[in-house]
């Protein structure tokens, strides 16, 4: 039978050093709750239930803690902040709902990877009752020592408690502990608040499981999994981190990135074989690249489904409800939202296109507008298959451009146009000879008499 394990997910720190009005585990990475983040790990590892600590913000982290995930969350509130023992031992109800594994994770640490995880509790199905996630340090003051011997660990020494051979040890404890479900709460209950603060820490579950006899262990997992976040600063460079690893499994599925590090990321984003991004490409939620298409430098997305081989930028935005077909194409300075542009179709150059359903192999002329918006509701324009909208045309919406219509440039359109049929709707040209000459004479008197006015 498969093992059972719960995740008990600290998410209940105050962010005072954030500085911020809301919850530091509901600011983001990669678009994403970096509570999120955590919960999703978890969840690609195996754990089948989330009990989440929770205090400010407790409903808004909760949800955020749950959204997409096909695992139960069940929050449990920490009123007082006695250290992180007494903050798992909040969950004791969901522990005695009886697992094999119980895994402490931190709700501020995102990059925590399924891999690291699913390590820990391999090592508890193969006898471990404690297992403890360490990193290397290339320099380790400020963090606790892994205390080994025989190859099993005898203790989590603070730096501040470490003796100078203790210090000496790089490797560090990255805060994340598995250890063994039956046996849970009675180690919990178990750790006192002898120390200079008064708390309870969960490090000393260590000790106090090698005083029954119980084996702990301690593996080593990338320093970057155990990043946590407290400040802006700090969460700057789990972003960083994060998009790094986003962009290089692009990479490898098959994505070509100019420069990679000037393409941000978000967490769904889906890429196709062979795309390929230019430099300074930003990803919002909810894009999907199809194969072979191209983003070309400078261009913003946001949920957008970009169709095989289409072709966008450079200096576009995609809006959210965006959709294009096959080899369909917005250029340089266009932006499109909740349309839909139908294969082969192209919105070339510094034109507008919302609320609107554009059939295949149209033309959008340059400085075409949708005008969608009549100061309250929003409205809808069609253009045909194989319509050719000229240069420089407002479609007053809502309106219907048929299949294989013309309009011509510079028109304001506020009717139907029939398919097939050729629409202008501009005042006609006047041609005055000589009227420019005497136009500019008029306008420099007035200028001298302005100047004139000025000195007197």
Known sequence: MARTCLAVVLAAGDAT???????????????????????????????????????????????????????PVTPVEQTERKGTGHAVLMARDVISEGFDDVVVLYGDAPLISPDSLTAAIDQRAQGADVVVLGFRAADPTGYGRLIEKDGELVAIREHKEASEDERAIDFCNG??????????????????????????????????????GLKCVAIEAPEEDMMGCNTRAELAEIEQVWQARARHAAMLSGVSMIDPASVFLSFDTQLGNDVLIEPNV????????????????????????????????????????????????????????????????????????????????????????????????????EIGAGAFIGSNSSLVAPVR????????????????????????????????????????????????????????
């Open 282 to 381: 930003w990803f919002g939620p909810g894009v999907r690249v199809g194969a072979g298409a191209v983003i070309h430098a400078f261009c913003h997305l946001e949920g957008a489904d970009v169709g095989p081989s289409a072709v966008i930028g450079p200096f576009a935005r995609l809006r959210p409800g965006t959709e294009l077909g096959e080899k369909a194409k917005v250029g340089n300075f266009c932006e499109t939202k909740k349309a839909k542009i139908g294969d082969g179709a192209k919105v070339n150059h510094l034109s507008y296109v919302g609320d609107a359903v554009i059939g295949k192999a149209a033309n959008i002329g340059a400085g075409t507008i949708t005008c969608n918006y009549d100061g309250q509701n929003k409205h809808l324009t």
């Open 401 to 456: 451009i048929g299949d294989g219509a013309f309009v011509g440039s510079g028109s304001v359109v506020t009717m139907d146009v029939p398919d097939d049929a050729l629409a202008i709707a501009r005042a006609r040209q006047e041609t005055k000879p000589g009227r420019a000459a005497r136009l500019r004479e008029k306008i420099a008197a007035i200028k001298a008499l302005k100047s004139a006015s000025r000195h007197q």
């Open 17 to 71: 050093r954030m500085k911020s009005s809301k919850s530091k585990v509901l600011h983001t990475v990669g678009n994403l709750p970096l509570i999120a983040h955590v919960t999703r790990a978890a969840a690609a590892a195996g754990v089948g239930k989330v009990a989440l600590v929770v205090g400010r913000d407790a409903e808004l982290v909760t949800d955020a803690a749950g959204a997409g995930l096909d695992v």
């Open 175 to 212: 805060g994340v502990i598995t250890f063994s479900g039956p046996e849970a709460v009675s180690l919990l209950e178990a750790i006192g608040n002898a120390n200079a603060k008064g708390e309870y820490y969960l490090t000393d579950i260590v000790e106090i499981a090698r005083v029954r």
